[in-house]
């Protein structure tokens, strides 16, 4: 079992970076995917980035060419680094374990919030 804890948002104006950190407990860190979410006002949560075990990444396209997931095995953290930030991209970001089913392997954590506004 894995539980994660997100940390790193903030306030930024267009065109800032941040990035996000989700630290794991657990002893099985290493052979999770971990896939960053966000869910901004009124909208549902969706999945922008999603790293596998070995390291493979997918985006969505509305995030591609400016996030940056990764992950370091040795401090079971994942991040996620933000670059040219967006108003649009303002929302609760979380982190969870999807499979590759989209099946959550673990339960929603207080999420970190970005606010990117001029």
């Known amino acids: 079992q894995v539980q994660f804890a997100e940390s790193g948002g903030g306030s930024v104006q267009p065109g800032g970076s941040l990035r996000l950190s989700c630290a794991a407990a657990?002893?099985?860190?290493?052979?999770?995917?971990v896939g960053w979410y966000r869910q901004a006002p009124g909208n549902k949560r969706e999945l922008v980035a999603r790293?596998?075990?070995?390291?493979?990444?997918n985006y969505v396209d509305s995030v591609k060419g400016r996030f940056t997931i990764s992950r370091d095995n040795a401090k079971n953290t994942a991040y996620l680094q933000m670059n040219s930030l967006k108003p649009e991209d303002t929302a609760v970001y979380y982190c969870?374990?999807?499979?590759?089913?989209?099946?959550?392997?673990?339960?929603w954590g207080e999420g970190t919030l970005v606010t990117v506004s001029s």
């Open positions: 969870n374990a999807p499979n590759s089913r989209g099946l959550l392997m673990s339960y």
């Open positions: 657990g002893s099985m860190f290493s052979v999770y995917p």
């Open positions: 790293i596998d075990s070995n390291g493979s990444t």
